[in-house]
C-alpha cells in the first residue's frame, strides 16, 4: 500500500476534466507569460505571424504521436534526410559533408564534442586530459559538456570587439588542445568571431574547430544574398570540421529540433554509439536523446518548404531593417551606446552614466520582458520579425526609463 503523499503536493486528480475546462485552466496559467505575440518578449520566441504559425502548428499535429528516431516511421527519416540536404546546402556543406537532426542546440553541442573527443583520442591516445579552447563568450553548454566527459575546458579573453582574440587562442593551443568553438554569433554580444582566422589555426595545428551557429545559421545566408558584411562561418571555411544550428530559431520551427552538421563524413562516424551485449541485440544510436519528436521534425519540414527561399529572405531583411531601427533607436538616447557591432540581430547595449539594470527594471514593470549581461553591464536582445509592432514603443518607453536615472 503506497504512503500518503506530503501535504501540498500535487496528486493526479480523481477524476477528469473537460477540455473547455482545462482550456480555462491553461489559459489561466499562461496569463503572466510575456506578450510575445506583440514583441515583447526579448530573446525566446522565433515568430514570423500566425500564417507560418500555423503551418508549423497542423504540421506537429500530424504527427504529435510519432517518435522521429523509430525506424517505423520512414516518412520522419526522409523529412530529417531533407533537412539536412537543405541545411548544408545553405550553410557550405560539400559533397562529403553530413549530418544529424537533434533536439535542440545542447545536444548538438553534447555531440560535437564527444566526436572530437573521440577522433582526438583515436590520433592521441597518450593524452591524459584533453581540453577545449572557448572564448569567454561561447555558451555554457561547452563547460557542461565538458563536465559530462571528465574534459577540462578553458575559456579565454575576448578582443576589444566583442570577438574571440585569433592571438589569444593561438598562444594557448597545447597537445593537450581537442577542440575550439567559435559563435555565429555569441549569444551576448551579437558578434560573429573570426572564424577564417580560427580555420587557419586549426589546420596548422591539427585542431577540430567547431561552430556554434545555433542563432545565427538559419539567418545568416538569407540576409548574405542581399546584404555585404557578414563574416563566413560555415562549413565551407577551411578548417571547420563541424557546426550546428537550430531550426526552432531563425527557421521559425516548432522548438525542440536542431541541426548538427560535419564537413567530412568520416568525422560524423565518430558520433555513432553501438552496444550488442544486450538481450534485445544490437543498440545503434547517433545521437544522446532516444526519442525525436516527430511533430517537430514535421513542423521544420513544413515549415522550410512553405517559406522557400524567397520568405526566408523577405523575412531576413525584414529582421535586419529592425535592428538596424533599434540600433539607431539606442544611439539616439543619450547616455546608451551599444557593445560592438552586432552582425545579425542580437543587440546589447550599456551605459557608463547610469546603472543599466535599474533601466532594465524599470523597463521590466513596463510589461517588457528585458534580457540581460552581467559582464560588462548591459541589456540584450534578438530582434526577430515580431517587433516591428513593438520597435517604436520599446524606444519610447527606453528613452523615459532612462530619463529616470540620468
Known sequence: MSSLPPPGR????????????????????????????????????????????????RAYAMFISENA???????????????????????????RASGTITCGGAESALLAVRSAYRSFRARRPQVRRPHLLVPSSVHPVYEQAAEMMGLELIRVAIGGDYRASVQTLSQCIEAETMMIVASAPSLPFGAIDPIEALGRIAQDREVWLHVDACIGGFLAP??????????????AVPGVRSLAADLHKFGYAANGVSVLLYADADDHTHQLFEYDQWPKGLWRSQTLSGTLAGGAVAAAWAVMHYLGETGYRSLAQRVMHLRDRYLEGIERIGGLHVLGQPDLSVIAFGSDEFDIHAVGDAMQ?????????????????????????????????LARCVHRYR
Request: hydrophobic share 40%; glycine share 6%.
Open 10 to 57: 500535487k496528486t493526479l486528480p480523481a477524476r477528469g476534466r473537460p477540455w473547455n475546462e482545462l482550456h480555462e485552466a491553461l489559459s489561466a496559467l499562461r496569463s503572466a507569460d510575456t506578450d510575445w505575440r506583440h514583441g515583447r518578449d526579448s530573446l525566446e520566441v522565433y515568430y514570423a505571424g500566425e500564417d507560418v504559425l500555423d503551418v508549423a502548428r
Open 69 to 95: 528516431r523509430a525506424p517505423q516511421f520512414p516518412s520522419l527519416q526522409r523529412m530529417q534526410d531533407d533537412l539536412i540536404d537543405i541545411s548544408l546546402s545553405l550553410l557550405g556543406g560539400g559533397p
Open 222 to 235: 538569407h540576409v548574405t544574398r542581399s546584404a555585404a558584411g557578414v563574416p563566413r562561418f560555415d562549413l
Open 365 to 397: 514593470a513596463r510589461g517588457w520582458h528585458i534580457s540581460r549581461l552581467s559582464t560588462p553591464a548591459a541589456l540584450h536582445m534578438t530582434v526577430t520579425p515580431v517587433h516591428d509592432q513593438a520597435v517604436e514603443a520599446y524606444l519610447d518607453d
